[in-house]
């Protein structure tokens, strides 16, 4: 696809240079933070910032702050991202070995990871007795998948992504996926994930449920595993997410049915102990989807519940 004379001129200038090309060598790797670009080209973090901006004002890059970090990565929509793509593409393989960054990119990988599965060894024993307590996983994982079979996935929006499981799941097959989580511990962990199964087009972002940082109609699926208790107002929460589905689109959620195991309040802070199928679909008819069948999953004493609804598409304008 052509680009416009513009953006074609803007994002060569801003390209053409050799701080600035190994930066785009190194975000066509990983989605890095300007502190992690700074170790990597050992410049100081204000002339990094420096390079950034003029990347950024091109557009070949984005950047988005999450709490006191700062992220970076290609751009990937619009023109500038196709610009982006190709420059990437004309780089050499081993572009940015012979500065010392690539082998720099893997150290700061390593210490990512490493941060990763310390967090996850210090909380999988409380996450495993959840765990122990419904049917395997896996099991829900099919149910969400079949969801798919004779529909695209398209562009993903996994809320609550913690680990990135669902990234994991249905990105493979999707355009684009973007798991949102308010917690930055499960989002490094689901960063170290999604860096391990290589899937460069999925991300994860901070964000809460109760406000997506996507526009109107944008997104053709988006996903709920085991977030939904969490919530003091789930309408509201399916609500935001329906505001951001395209017409066609697909939420799907998967928690638990009622149940009664206290614990789960008083020592994972659920604030909701499981959801009927009556009041889901209530809730599926108040925001305007259409809502599919249920599949219960038995478990004892858990039973997980896969519940999913349609945007019906606009309706067409009647012929006058
Ligand atoms: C039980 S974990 C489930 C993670 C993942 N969906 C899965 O099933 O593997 C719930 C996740 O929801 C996240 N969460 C809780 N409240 C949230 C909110 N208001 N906005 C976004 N994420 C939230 C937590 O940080 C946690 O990672």
């Known amino acids: 696809m052509a680009v416009s004379l513009d953006i074609l001129l803007g994002g060569l200038k801003a390209a053409g240079e050799p701080t600035r090309l190994r930066i785009i ?27 950034l901006k003029l990347l950024d004002d091109a557009g070949l890059i984005e950047r988005f702050r999450e709490g006191t970090w700062v992220f970076c990565r290609l751009a990937t ?8 793509a190709r420059i990437v593409e004309l780089l050499p393989e081993d572009a940015g070995g012979e500065d010392g960054d690539l082998a720099r990119l893997e150290t700061v990988r390593r210490h990512r990871a490493d941060a990763a599965t310390a967090y996850f060894r210090a909380n999988a024993e409380r996450w495993n007795e ?51 989580d308010l917690s930055h511990e499960m989002l490094g962990l689901a ?14 972002r901070h964000a809460d449920m109760h406000s997506l940082p996507f526009s109107e109609s944008s997104v053709d699926t988006v996903t709920y595993h085991q977030v939904l208790h969490f919530a003091d107002e789930p309408v509201g929460v399916l609500a935001e997410g329906e505001r951001v589905l395209r017409p066609g689109g697909i939420m799907v959620v998967a928690d638990f ?41 038995d478990g004892d004493p858990l039973t997980v519940t ?15």
């Open 191 to 204: 960063r170290a994930n999604l860096d391990r199964s290589g899937l460069k087009h999925c991300r994860a």
């Open 130 to 180: 959840i765990r122990r307590m419904h049917v395997p996983e896996s099991n829900v994982e099919s149910v969400m998948e079949g969801l798919f079979t004779n529909r695209p996935v398209g562009t993903l929006v996994d809320v609550g992504t913690g680990a990135g499981r669902i990234l994991e799941l249905l990105g493979p097959t999707a355009d684009e996926a973007i798991g949102v």
């Open 257 to 297: 049915a009622p149940h009664d195991v206290e614990s789960l309040r008083e020592e994972h802070a659920h604030r909701r102990l499981g959801f009927p199928d009556n009041e889901v679909a209530g809730w599926m008819q108040t925001i305007g989807l259409t809502a599919g069948e249920p599949v219960h999953l």
């Open 306 to 320: 896969v519940w999913h609804g349609e945007k019906p598409l606009a309706k067409r304008a009647r012929a006058s």
């Open 77 to 84: 929509n619009g023109e500038a991202g196709d610009l982006s």
């Open 25 to 51: 060598g190194l975000l066509s790797r990983a989605e890095l933070t300007v502190s992690e670009l700074t170790q990597i080209l050992g410049q100081s973090q204000p002339r990094v910032s420096r390079h």
